[in-house]
Structure formats: C-alpha cells, structure tokens
C-alpha cells in the first residue's frame, strides 16, 4: 500500500506569512506525528494525534504553530506569521497503536517538506 | 536537555567492515529504542528496535545491543555496503499506546571501498 505522504515537498514563503502543510498518513494507521528537522539539527517532536484522544502538542514552540486532524487520517500543519528560525524539514509520521506494555511499532515516515522562509 | 545523543557526527568504514553506531541516553523511563536511516531528501526509513527488556536484537547484518546500566545502546553493521551509507538516528519513547520519539542528532556513515 502507500506510503506516509506530504505536500508540498517544497515551500519558500516570506517572513509574516501562513503556511499549511498536509500529511496523508498510512490507511490504518491511529496515530500520526509531526516533527522538524532544522540544518544539522536530529527531529524534534511537535505534536502528536492518535485516534479520538486529545493530541499531544507538548512540542509545539509557539502559539503561532498549530495542527489539527480531520476525520481520523490527514492531518494540517499550519504555521502563522512565519519567521525565519521556522525554516526546516517538516515531517509527517503515523504508527500502528502500540498494543501495550513493551510490544513493538514503529513509525513511518514520509518524505518531508521542505520550508525555506525568506 | 538533550536526552538522546550521538557524540559522533560522522564515522567512515571501509567495505567488508563491520560499523558500530553509538547512542546515549538520559532518561531511565525510556522502555523502547529505534535506530532509523536517513537519506538525503528523504524521511527516515525503520531499521531495527529494541525493548528494554532485551540487550540484543538481531536482523540481518544489523544488531542493536542495550545496555541499561550504563544507558548506552549500539548499531552494528556488519559487513558494511556502500548503500549502507546516510546518516543514522537513534530513537527512544517510554509508555502509552503512542508516544513521540526522542531523536539524537545523526551519525552520518559513509562506507568506502
């Protein structure tokens, strides 16, 4: 089946302006993660959804990042007011919910979008 | 605070080789590790994990050991191949039925001929 995917792959906006990001995560998949990749930085978690329950956006920096989720499977990423330090890798993540305990899952990944702000 | 690091930005292997990846942790409550691969202009793709019940997993020519003690977990490749070459992330998360993953900065590997 697909794969985790992302749009755009590529975004230059100028500083002040709203951008969105969209993610379409595997079919089936509950959960879904957003991350950033800032240059030579790891991934630093923003935000996380997973079925019904309130999401986890214990990563977001500011008030001006904010996602939502709609009907369960594609997700929004929209960041207003863009400034430069915002310029980085976006990725987009889902996973199988972890059945408990110590079971295994992983996440899997899509592509990215690039986001440049000038 | 960084609670997931790879003190090694980069690590050259020749081919034939075996190559071991490093990762450290801080955080004692982190029951499952994650070691992904990353090409340039691609997501991170799945490896190989490791609960924290273990001290070893084994697929293929890739191991990852956990030593909880020391809060130290390893990747090895072995033989390393060319195409085993981009940057490799050690991944940690503790609980719940989704959990966000802490991600160390990257080893980059590059395995020459």
């Known amino acids: 089946g697909a794969g985790v995917s992302q749009s755009p792959s590529n975004k230059v906006t100028e500083k002040g302006k709203d951008v969105e990001l969209r993610c379409d995560p595997i079919?089936?998949?509950?959960?879904l993660y957003w991350y950033r990749q800032s240059l030579g930085q790891g991934l630093e978690f923003l935000i996380y959804f997973q079925g019904n329950s309130a999401p986890d956006k214990s990563g977001l920096p500011s008030d001006r990042f904010s996602a939502e989720r709609t009907g369960g499977s594609v997700s929004t990423l929209t960041i207003q007011r863009t400034q430069q330090e915002d310029s980085a890798v976006y990725l987009c993540a889902s996973s199988l919910p972890r059945s408990g305990g110590l079971s295994s899952y992983e996440q899997y990944f899509g592509p990215g979008t690039r986001l440049t702000v000038t | 605070d960084q609670q997931v690091k790879q003190n090694s930005p980069s690590l050259s292997v020749q081919e034939g080789r075996i190559s071991i990846l490093n990762c450290d942790y801080t955080?004692?409550?982190?029951?499952?590790f994650l070691w992904y691969k990353k090409y340039p202009a691609e997501g991170p793709t799945f490896l190989i994990s490791?609960?924290?019940?273990?001290d070893k997993n084994e697929d293929g020519r890739f191991t990852v050991f956990l030593n909880k003690s020391a809060k130290h977990l390893s990747l090895h490749i072995v033989p390393s191949q060319p195409g085993d070459s981009a940057v490799y992330f050690c991944?940690?998360?503790?609980?719940?039925?989704?959990?966000?993953?802490?991600f160390g900065t990257g080893t980059r590997l590059q395995v020459t001929l």
């Open positions: 079919s089936g998949h509950t959960a």
């Open positions: 955080n004692s409550m982190f029951d499952y």
């Open positions: 991944a940690a998360s503790y609980g719940g039925t989704a959990s966000k993953l802490t």
């Open positions: 490791i609960s924290s019940i273990k």
